[in-house]
């Protein structure tokens, strides 16, 4: 088991059939003690109590960093230490620029950046005394560039592409990794919305023209590389984790007959 006995905390861990449940699941699979954080607390107690003993529920908006420092406090308190640090708390609210109202683009930056920049900064302390830790950012294809509706994510997502890089570097003499995920998965609320919504339909179309959309354990299996000894070279990397979407150049193509 590679995360025996590690100290791991995973941020929206509650969400059924979501991206950071499937991270808790793996880690726990692999040994590790994690404390499923999600602003809604049944979600994360019912998700820890699915994981059994090796799990602990905790309530936490990652929106309020004092929140956050308790929670790492919490952790640290508890276990003597802290080893893996997944940000993995996301959402948007769809809107083009010129119409985005300041509570969206604040709420957005709030929910994808700055809870980032909090998980962070709480983690790096107890990670720097001890000299060692992997911190684990979610990012986002759209933080690679522009994507019509997603200003203020786009915005939020390119600005957890630099936190992880300057963290990265202002960090390896500490013996802290930092790295970040850029996922494309199916997850429940997602695959809700492909079926639900016109929009959701095309976006879905268009997404699968370039790449299969992944199960959330695929992604869970990347931030398992990163938690592990196995990248304990790898750092400051951005990782998509997408089946290949990433790696085509936008409308230009030449098919060959
Ligand atoms: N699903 C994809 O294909 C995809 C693509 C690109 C990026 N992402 C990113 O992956 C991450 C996870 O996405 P997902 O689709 O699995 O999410 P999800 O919606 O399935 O789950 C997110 C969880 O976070 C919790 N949460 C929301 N706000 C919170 C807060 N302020 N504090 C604590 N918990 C909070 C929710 O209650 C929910 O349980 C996000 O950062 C998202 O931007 C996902």
Same mark, same amino acid.
């Given at each position: 088991?590679?995360?025996?006995?590690?100290?791991?905390?995973? !941020? #929206?861990?509650?969400?059924?059939?979501?991206?950071?449940?499937?991270?808790?699941?793996? $880690?726990?699979?692999?040994?590790?003690? @994690?404390?499923?954080?999600?602003?809604?607390? =049944?979600? %994360?107690? +019912?998700?820890?109590? =699915?994981?059994?003993?090796?799990?602990?529920?905790?309530?936490?908006?990652?929106?309020?960093?004092?929140?956050?420092?308790?929670?790492?406090?919490?952790?640290?308190?508890? $276990?003597?230490?802290? =080893?893996?640090?997944?940000?993995?708390?996301?959402?948007?609210?769809?809107?083009?620029?010129?119409?985005?109202?300041?509570?969206?683009?604040? =709420?957005?930056?709030?929910?994808?950046?700055?809870? !980032? $920049?909090?998980?962070?900064?709480?983690?790096?302390?107890?990670?720097?005394?001890?000299?060692?830790?992997?911190?684990?950012? @979610?990012?986002?294809?759209?933080?690679?560039?522009?994507?019509?509706?997603?200003?203020?994510?786009?915005?939020?997502?390119?600005?957890?592409?630099?936190?992880?890089?300057?963290?990265?570097?202002?960090?390896?003499?500490?013996? @802290?990794?930092?790295?970040?995920?850029?996922?494309? %998965?199916?997850?429940?609320?997602?695959?809700?919305?492909?079926?639900? !919504?016109?929009?959701?339909?095309?976006?879905?179309?268009?997404?699968?023209?370039? +790449?299969?959309?992944?199960?959330?354990?695929?992604?869970? +299996?990347?931030?398992? $590389?990163?938690?592990?000894?196995?990248?304990?070279?790898?750092? #400051?990397?951005?990782?998509?984790?997408?089946?290949?979407?990433?790696?085509?150049?936008?409308?230009?193509?030449?098919?060959?007959?």
């Amino acid at each position: 088991m590679k995360l025996h006995d590690q100290i791991c905390i995973v !941020t #929206g861990a509650g969400g059924a059939g979501g991206i950071g449940e499937a991270i808790a699941r793996r $880690f726990v699979a692999e040994g590790a003690r @994690v404390v499923v954080c999600d602003i809604v607390e =049944d979600k %994360a107690q +019912a998700v820890a109590a =699915d994981l059994g003993e090796l799990a602990i529920p905790w309530r936490c908006d990652v929106t309020r960093s004092a929140e956050v420092e308790a929670l790492v406090e919490a952790a640290v308190r508890r $276990f003597g230490r802290l =080893d893996v640090m997944v940000n993995n708390v996301g959402f948007t609210t769809p809107g083009l620029l010129g119409e985005l109202d300041d509570q969206a683009w604040s =709420d957005v930056l709030n929910g994808n950046l700055s809870s !980032t $920049f909090y998980g962070l900064r709480a983690a790096l302390r107890p990670m720097r005394a001890q000299k060692s830790g992997s911190i684990i950012n @979610v990012g986002s294809a759209a933080g690679l560039g522009g994507a019509p509706g997603l200003g203020a994510y786009g915005a939020a997502k390119a600005g957890v592409i630099n936190l992880t890089q300057t963290a990265a570097v202002e960090n390896f003499k500490g013996g @802290v990794r930092v790295n970040c995920i850029l996922p494309n %998965a199916a997850t429940e609320p997602l695959l809700a919305w492909f079926e639900a !919504t016109e929009a959701g339909k095309r976006t879905r179309s268009e997404i699968e023209a370039y +790449a299969r959309c992944g199960a959330p354990e695929e992604i869970a +299996a990347a931030a398992m $590389f990163l938690a592990s000894r196995d990248s304990s070279y790898v750092n #400051g990397a951005v990782l998509p984790v997408d089946g290949g979407l990433c790696a085509r150049v936008g409308c230009i193509s030449a098919e060959i007959e």
